[in-house]
């Protein structure tokens, strides 16, 4: 019999690694088995072709929509720290309000308010290094003028999961965002919370390794004593928290509760997969007659009361070879790089809200299913609309001109809300201590969890919730 543990750490983005450390640091002795490798720590995770054209650190599992339309979505990664490896490092917190539930927004609330986050939320903005950034010239230029013209858009510094040296690195402060760091400049789950106790020796790290199952006593699947993999190797600990990610966690629960017999017998077993979101996210790329020089860039939000579900963040560097992964392979490149030095980005985000028919399903031995339509979650659907058009014509009033584009099935970076936590076991998945309702020993600690999205990247509420979830279970 192998070694067992007291916990089995299922994964090791946002979630998976602040819930690791905390028990780490308590003493427990933790496994972590994540399904991915390490990055290589050679510059091809900066290279813009290496990235973006090839696609070489993107899902490249296919999958299908609600009417079986096959696509890639391609904002999941398999790799030490997840998807945090690849985000644009902007870490704020929820508002109060947006823990409450909003019906006319078809908003789901959560079984507490900010209150219970918030020692976990200081506890990791310290370790994420989030630090705030002046506008450089050019940004603060745009920004003054489309306040002038109107007052009601409100722009605010982004707090960003970035060492302040990165400003002297050109290389790292021009690919942060939608790469990953290899100086460690950017605030991500490997760097901060993971490689601080990969030497402990109450800790084990596995690579490569994928979970496909779990243990339990003969007669007794509502028991979790440990994990099966896909090598047919296992595992065995006294709770497993899984934190895979709120595409992949679901899947996981469908295919054991079908297995098993507990899809017919606990009431929180048809929500599992419902209530999917990833934020309505939308690329608006603008240019100007000027050539722009600033680097950093992304460094300011911008809200909007009448549009309160809704954010304007800057996007990071734009150039003509990153423009060009965009445009047809034929574009020639002295056009994209003209393009390119005069190009603005802005991603536009509104909270989604839930619909139990926004779903992702298993399908084992197939094609996963994503099945996600706006027309579902129409509040949204227009207020997104209506924000872009306010956003767009606000820029054209200060001599900018521009397209968006939302980013779609592929763009699952913010997914969110399969396996939601709450109070009552009919219409949640977890309790709000993250124990999946029925269950003994099994966790979720990702942002599948997450009522609401809030208007802003959840990243630092699933650390705020994987750091809660590590301390609970170590007290416990």
């Known amino acids: ?116 986050l918030e020692p976990y939320y200081d506890e990791a903005e310290r370790m994420l290094h989030v630090n705030r950034f002046a506008n450089e010239p050019e940004l603060q230029s745009v920004i003054d003028r489309v306040v ?41 789950s490997e760097q901060c919370f993971i490689l601080p106790i990969e030497a402990a020796p109450n800790f084990r790290l596995i690579l490569d390794k994928e979970v496909t199952g779990f243990l339990h006593p003969d007669d007794r699947p509502d028991v979790v004593e440990g994990v099966v993999c896909s090598d047919g190797s296992y595992y065995w600990g006294e709770r497993v928290v899984l934190a895979c990610g709120a595409m992949s966690s679901p899947r996981l629960l469908q295919d054991y509760f079908s297995v098993t017999g507990l ?79 005069r190009a603005l980005g802005f991603f536009v985000t509104t909270e989604d809200g839930s619909s139990r028919d926004n779903r992702v399903v298993s ?42 584009r939302w980013t779609g099935l592929a763009g699952t970076a913010h997914a969110v809300g399969t396996l939601v936590t709450g109070t009552d076991p009919a219409s949640s998945v977890v309790d709000p201590d993250g124990r999946v309702h029925g269950m003994t020993g099994l966790y979720v600690g990702d942002g599948s969890v997450l009522p609401r999205t809030s208007r802003v990247n959840p990243s630092l509420t699933i650390y705020a919730w994987g750091l809660r979830l590590g301390r609970r279970l170590a007290a416990g």
């Open 363 to 404: 399908h084992r031995g197939h094609r996963p299913v994503l099945d996600y339509e706006l027309d579902r979650i129409a509040p949204s659907r227009d207020e997104h609309a209506a924000c872009i058009h306010d956003f767009e014509r606000a820029l054209r009033h200060a001599g900018f001109a521009g397209t968006s």
């Open 263 to 341: 899809d017919r017998t606990l009431p929180c077993a048809g929500t599992v997969g419902r209530n999917f979101r990833m934020h309505i996210n939308s690329a608006l790329i603008v240019f100007s007659a000027f050539r722009d020089h600033d680097v950093l860039r992304k460094t300011a939000i911008l809200f909007n009361e009448n549009h309160p579900h809704s954010t304007v963040q800057c996007l990071g560097w734009l150039d003509g070879e990153l423009l060009a992964t965009q445009l047809p392979a034929a574009t020639p490149a002295f056009f994209s790089d003209m393009i390119g030095t």
């Open 148 to 188: 002038k013209d109107d007052p009601a858009w409100r722009p605010e510094p982004l707090p960003l999961g970035l060492k302040p040296e990165i400003v002297n690195d050109p290389q790292e402060a021009k690919h942060f965002d939608g790469y990953a760091s290899v100086a460690g400049y950017k605030g991500d």
């Open 1 to 116: 019999m192998q070694d067992r543990y007291d916990v089995i750490v299922v994964g090791s983005g946002a979630g998976g690694g602040a819930a690791a450390y905390a028990l780490v640091q308590a003493g427990k002795r933790v496994l972590m088995l994540e399904k991915g490798g390490r990055l290589p720590r050679d510059g091809m995770t900066l290279s813009t072709m290496v990235v973006f054209r090839e696609g070489r650190f993107s899902n490249k599992t296919e999958w299908q929509d609600g009417h079986g339309k096959p696509f890639v979505p391609t904002g999941e990664h398999y790799n030490l720290g997840g998807k945090t490896k690849w985000y644009g490092a902007a870490l704020l917190r929820f508002s109060a309000h947006e823990f409450e539930a909003d019906p006319a927004f078809h908003c789901l609330g959560w079984p507490f308010g900010l209150a219970e």
